[in-house]
């Protein structure tokens, strides 16, 4: 069986049956369903915040979090991130702005930031990266004294804290992706938490056509709603995100026995209260390079991902707009970086075999 970089936990057959029984009673698929209330409150419960607004994926949360704050003109933001964070943006007609990480962490630098504001600046959208936190307190700062929204991209960080708060704590609003591949997932799906009633009653809106009753359509959203089959898996997931999270962290400390320390292979900091997204080691002067490490374990089957590799600012569909080099320490950082197979039931000879072959 070859090893992909993720793999998704599925909740017993059983306990999702049972969760999707009523809905055999109801008839009741979406739009507001008894699953998506459900798993709304748990959410607003387990972040610790007035408002999670569920949507049928983490992009196009952000893509209706972006309109619904009314963030124009120019945002600052990483280009060391997935796809979806920079092409939102750009979808919603805002520019993205990049700025450089921190070598430490990987996330946006603060101190890189206020030369970039400039007149037309609305917003700072950063990255929690592989569910570290970024430096949430200088970036607040930033904002507040500019005037500016901060839309956190969560995506990596659920599951995670920071001075014992969750994700939801930090900036204007967050947002969560529930995708398969992720700590907590849904099948698909996505969150923004925020803690303004109205901003919460504006992303339902995005959310749903603009629609606020039989007669009435106010604006002219979109239809990103969360269906009752994917809250289901919602909530049974969340009873075992725990255990989840411990499973991942017995296999990240697996490898951590085998590879931190290695001469040219770099750890990226684990704060204990991480939820274990991610496995990202970086080649710097190691004797093998990272397209080489790549390629010897691709070639017993096994698929670790260059995450994040290029950067969203070097992509084609970008070509001539922005400029990688700018940010030099995520050019860096995206040559360098390999994240290796993590999820829950990875076995201990498979990580160890994996080790083999990165220090072989
Ligand atoms: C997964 C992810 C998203 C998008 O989430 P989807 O639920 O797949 O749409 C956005 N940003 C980052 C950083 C991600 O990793």
Redesign the pocket.
Same mark, same amino acid.
């Given at each position: 069986m070859p090893i992909q970089v993720a793999r998704s936990s599925m909740p017993d057959f059983e306990e999702y049956l049972a969760e999707i029984r009523p809905l055999w009673e109801n008839h009741w698929l979406t739009n507001n369903g008894e699953k998506a209330l459900a798993l709304e409150a748990a959410l607003q419960a387990y972040l610790d915040i007035p408002h999670v607004v569920l949507f049928s994926?983490?992009?196009?949360?952000?893509e209706a979090a972006i309109r619904a704050m009314g963030i124009t003109g120019e945002a600052i933001t990483t280009p060391f *991130?997935?796809a979806? *964070?920079t092409h939102?943006l750009v979808r919603c007609g805002v520019k993205p702005v990049f700025a450089d990480v921190r070598p430490g962490d990987l996330t946006l630098d603060a101190s890189q930031m206020e030369r970039l504001i400039t007149e037309r600046t609305t917003a700072i959208v950063p990255?929690h990266?592989y569910g570290n936190f970024c430096d949430v307190d200088a970036i607040g700062r930033i904002a507040q004294k500019h005037g500016l929204t901060v839309l956190y991209?969560a995506?990596?960080a659920f599951g995670a804290t920071h001075a014992g708060q969750s994700p939801a704590a930090y900036g204007d609003a967050a947002?969560y992706?529930?995708?398969a *591949?992720?700590v907590f997932h849904t099948i698909?799906?996505?969150a923004i938490s925020c803690a303004s009633d109205a901003l919460a009653d504006a992303l339902r809106l995005e959310r749903n056509f603009g629609i606020t009753g039989p007669e009435d359509t106010v604006s002219v959203g979109g239809n990103a709603k969360m269906n009752e089959f994917q809250a289901a898996m919602g909530l049974c997931n969340l009873r075992h995100l725990e255990g989840e999270i411990a499973k991942r962290r017995h296999v990240c400390s697996l490898y951590r026995a085998r590879l931190a320390g290695v001469p040219g292979i770099r750890f990226l900091p684990t704060p204990d209260q991480d939820n274990c997204a991610y496995l990202p080691v970086l080649f710097e002067g190691y004797r093998r390079t990272r397209d080489e490490v790549f390629a010897r374990l691709a070639a017993q089957d096994i698929y670790a991902r260059k995450y994040f590799y290029p950067l969203t600012s070097a992509f084609a569909c970008y070509a001539g707009q922005f400029d990688p080099a700018a940010t030099p320490v995520a050019l860096a950082a995206s040559q360098n970086v390999l994240t290796l197979p993590l999820y829950a039931d990875l076995a201990d000879a498979d990580v160890q075999r994996i080790c083999d072959l990165v220090l072989a």
């Open positions: 994926n983490g992009h196009l949360a952000l *991130t997935f979806s *964070t939102a990255v990266v991209d995506a990596h947002m992706s529930f995708h *591949t992720k698909e799906g996505g």
